[in-house]
């Protein structure tokens, strides 16, 4: 059965920090591509960042780029997203997510596994 455990959400004041942890198992995690998409209230999901399966691939949203950092560690099962430069439009449900290497990483209808979400809250 496979299980994406996020963690590392909470309330940060605007111009803050988080690091999001996001550890995987049930799966070959070095074969899975790995996500983190965003839901705020009322709005459709997100795409966020993504990695390849070897790292050396990243895709970020315009809106994330040069704030957040999507990285992995095969070795650890995890997926992290370090996000920098908090803004209070950043708050949202993160969910973390598997994909297979043939399908688009921006697209959340063709990933394969969800996390069940933390909680990202930026206060102004």
């Known amino acids: 059965q496979v299980q994406l455990v996020e963690s590392g959400g909470g309330l940060v004041q605007a111009g803050g920090s988080l690091r999001l942890s996001c550890v995987a198992s049930?799966?070959?995690?070095?074969?899975?591509?790995m996500g983190w998409f965003r839901q705020a209230p009322g709005n459709e999901r997100e795409f966020v960042a993504a990695i390849s399966r070897s790292g050396s691939s990243l895709y970020y949203v315009d809106s994330v780029k040069d704030r957040f950092t999507i990285s992995r560690d095969n070795a650890k099962r995890t997926v992290y997203l370090q996000m920098n430069s908090l803004k209070p439009e950043d708050t949202a449900v993160y969910y973390c997510?598997?994909?297979?290497?043939?399908?688009?990483?921006?697209?959340?209808?063709?990933?394969?596994?969800w996390g069940k979400g933390t909680l990202v809250t930026v206060s102004s």
């Open positions: 997510a598997a994909y297979l290497a043939r399908y688009n990483p921006r697209d959340y209808k063709t990933m394969d596994s």
């Open positions: 049930g799966l070959t995690f070095s074969a899975y591509g």
